[in-house]
């Protein structure tokens, strides 16, 4: 996943924020908060 903003399809600027946040620091509250956003775009 090395697309940062190719096109339409490519993930909005503030979720790629925030994922790369959220894989800094990994735990379990930000494991479910991933697999909730990844549930709500699926």
């Avoid at 503030?14 to 735990?27: M, N, P, S, V």
């Amino acid at each position: 996943m090395s697309n940062k903003n190719d096109d339409d399809d490519s993930i909005p600027k503030y979720l790629q924020d925030e994922l790369d946040k959220l894989t800094c620091t990994i735990d379990r509250k930000d494991l479910r908060h991933i697999a909730y956003i990844l549930y709500e775009l699926g």
